[in-house]
């Protein structure tokens, strides 16, 4: 009898690591995947730099356009911004498009991430009027604004004049 229980306990021993060792790599995978699924930003103590807001941008485009009021057409994402403007040191107009339609938006810097804070609409320009007026709300007037094209998406160049307006 005492061989019979032996085997009875080796059995449930080996049946308890065996479920410990499914649990223990089911949470491995699970963990890593969505390590992998979440862009993982810097944490900035200051307001960073129009390079680094640039790079933030494009890093976490993915997750900044999902939080859009508007919602890109068929493809379900926009491309990411052709133009860049600074209006102030941590708010830009953005340019993008849906793969048919030209979009505007104004984004600032807050809490580490970007957040829309106005969709200015399906334009390609801006009035100077209309311009001023978003200056006037959304950025700071005596900041020296600052302009940024790309034509690949992801290098951008510093250009003059006003972008946005006709």
Known sequence: MKNSQKGSISTWLIIVVIILLIGVGYFTFVKKS?????????????????????????????????????KAGESGTFNAPSKIQFIAADTMLINYDDGLVDHISILQFQDNSLVELKRVGTMMRLTQSEWQALVKTYGDPAYPVSNYESSDYALFTKVAGNIFVK
Do not use: G, R, Y
Not at 43 to 51: L, S, V
């Open 34 to 70: 969505v390590v992998n699924n979440e862009t993982v930003l810097p944490i900035m103590t200051e307001t960073p730099t129009e390079n680094e807001v640039i790079q933030l941008l494009l890093s976490s485009w993915k997750a900044t356009q999902s939080k859009f009021v508007a």
